[in-house]
């Protein structure tokens, strides 16, 4: 007999209408409100801040009431470690923005030069410029994050980020600087060199960011038919699988459309992801406090020598 593919592996089943909506409500009702700021005359980066807040305030309360694992409701010192990294990634994040506007501005130039004309389809409407900028901007950074899982040099730096010995919605933010950086540019880069205009970039990082705590939430969700657009937590549960085969598949980062189109989505039907997640490929050593992980790149020989000599 198959297994369920969407079992009650928590204290108590979710209701269905909690499952279903919980992920486009919280969402759209984070979108709508950004929109709503922006036109009474906020500043797009500005507009996006008191949703996002909102929204990381609703995950993280809802985890608490339909969570998926009853085991990871508990920090094993992964939480203070995680707020470290989102402290340090906001802030390098803030760093690299004015550096990926002047980059994109320049390159917008010199396409405007070459073209004559603008790329970008600025007289969309709002919601379709967002769709547009999801799409468009998903390529860069899933070329990125494949790479990193096949590339040993790139590796170094991604490992960190499957290091979590838990899902939750703080794990978003867990993540090296030098990794956050690699996805981070390229995308904004592109964007604003195609012209994409102030709103529909911030909308496009809140999206991001109110994703981001959804995709690795400990929450009791379904998203059906969206999990052929969104790279949802049920196909991001399967991307954090300790067995290599099963991590190298849903590298999209908010969408899942390009996985589709190069073959690397992966969503069975017949099981369920595993509880026990972490690092495939026997890093037992590898660290799990904040300035270790940082350092853990440029001392990567260290860590797999001590891993083999004391494997799990």
């Not at 369920?4 to 409500?25: C, E, K, M």
């Not at 592109?190 to 990082?205: D, K, M, N, Q, T």
């Not at 954090?240 to 189109?261: C, F, K, L």
Request: glycine share 8%; with cysteine.
């Amino acid at each position: 007999m198959q297994a369920v593919a969407h079992p009650p592996l928590a204290l108590h089943r979710a209701p269905a209408w909690f499952q279903w909506s919980v992920f486009p409500a919280v969402l759209g009702a984070s979108i709508w409100g950004s929109v709503l700021l922006m036109d009474r005359g906020w500043d797009p980066a500005l507009a996006i801040l008191g949703p996002q807040l909102l929204a990381m305030a609703a995950i993280a309360l809802l985890e608490r009431v339909h969570p998926l694992h009853a085991s990871w409701l508990h920090s094993t010192g992964d939480l203070s470690v995680d707020l470290r990294h989102a402290l340090t990634i906001g802030s390098a994040l803030a760093l690299a923005g004015p550096i990926a506007l002047v980059i994109g501005v320049a390159v917008a130039g010199w396409l405007s030069e070459r073209f004559g004309v603008g790329l970008w389809p600025d007289a969309w409407p709002l919601p379709a410029q967002l769709g547009l900028a999801l799409v468009v901007g998903e390529l860069p950074q899933y070329w990125v994050h494949r790479l990193q899982h096949e590339r040993p040099w790139l590796w170094r730096f991604h490992a960190l980020h499957h290091s979590a010995p838990r899902l939750y919605w703080l794990n978003a933010a867990r993540f090296h600087p030098i990794d956050i950086l690699m996805n981070y540019f390229p995308s904004y880069i592109l964007l604003i060199a195609l012209g994409c205009p102030p709103e529909s970039i911030a909308l496009f990082g809140l999206v991001s960011a109110v994703h981001g705590n959804f995709q690795h939430a400990n929450l009791q969700l379904r998203c059906g038919p969206l999990n052929w657009l969104f790279s949802m937590a049920e196909l991001h549960r399967w991307h954090h699988s300790p067995r290599i085969e099963e991590a190298n598949t849903n590298y999209g980062q908010q969408m899942i459309v390009w996985d589709v189109v190069f073959g690397t989505r992966f969503l069975p039907r017949d099981r369920v992801p595993p509880e026990r997640i972490g690092l495939a490929g026997g890093l037992s050593a590898f660290p799990m406090t904040y300035l270790a992980q940082l350092a853990s790149p440029f001392r990567w020989k260290r860590i797999e020598a001590a891993s083999a000599a004391s494997p799990d």
